[in-house]
């Protein structure tokens, strides 16, 4: 039972255009989401959060939009630059009494053309 | 670099053994999550603990456990090792025990990248 995905394993995008990566959930009980980029050989590295209670989050270069209705989310990077090669998961945390867990898609693997 | 450090950075070992996986959370993180990432299963939560005391268990196999010690490092222990735990295996540290309303972020390690053979 996949409860968090990632529906596109690949993106690629020109350096300085936008790229758009897309989530989707189906557990109505997660009230915090959040986005993390891996690099090859080292561990996920946080990027951008967003509770349920919002529905935009900005951090620079890097939005998160959170449309609850449709349990679906995104992560907009502009201008998108080579760097930003890597894979970005979406995790998603659940209310529960005690303790915290991460629920995580399976990733998409941007690459960003100079 | 997040601030969380895991020991060693490769591990090859045969089926049958054991290892342990030793994790140093972030300054002043009192709580330590394990995850899974194996190629066809993905980031797997595995267990949390938050100041010595065990607080949130996922598919845990039984041949696993972990611990943590009272200076907040942790181990996971992986005992009769079969093929199919080759994987990598990520600790995470956060400040709070997290549950209820409590929403904060989880920091990752480097990993830990184990090959059964």
């Known amino acids: 039972d996949q409860q968090v995905k990632q529906n596109s394993p690949s993106l690629s995008v020109q350096e300085g255009r936008i790229s758009i990566l897309n989530c989707d959930y189906t557990?109505?009980?997660?009230?915090?989401f959040l986005w993390y980029k891996k690099y090859p050989a080292e561990g996920p590295t946080f990027l951008i959060s967003?509770?349920?209670?919002?529905d935009k989050n900005e951090d620079g270069r890097f939005t998160v939009f959170l449309n609850k209705s449709a349990k679906h989310l995104s992560l907009h990077i502009v201008p998108s630059q080579p760097g930003d090669s890597a894979v970005y998961f979406c995790a998603a945390r659940g209310i529960e009494t005690s303790g915290s867990r991460l629920t995580f898609g399976e990733g998409t693997q941007l690459t960003v053309n100079p | 670099d997040s601030g969380v450090t895991q020991t060693p950075k490769h591990l090859i070992t045969a089926t049958g053994q054991r290892v342990t996986l030793r994790c140093s959370p972030r300054?002043?993180?009192?709580?330590v999550y394990w995850y899974q990432q194996s190629l066809d299963q993905g980031l797997q939560f595995l267990i949390q603990y938050y100041n010595g005391e065990e607080r949130a268990k996922g598919n845990i196999l039984e041949r696993f456990s972990a611990q943590q010690f009272p200076d907040l490092h942790s181990e996971l222990n992986l005992s009769s090792l079969e093929l199919g735990d080759s994987a990598l295996y990520f600790c995470a540290s956060s400040v709070a025990p997290g549950g209820g309303l409590i929403q904060e972020t989880q920091y990752f390690g480097p990993g830990t990248r184990l090959l059964v053979l």
């Open positions: 300054s002043g993180d009192l709580s």
């Open positions: 967003i509770s349920s209670i919002k």
């Open positions: 557990n109505s009980m997660f009230d915090y």
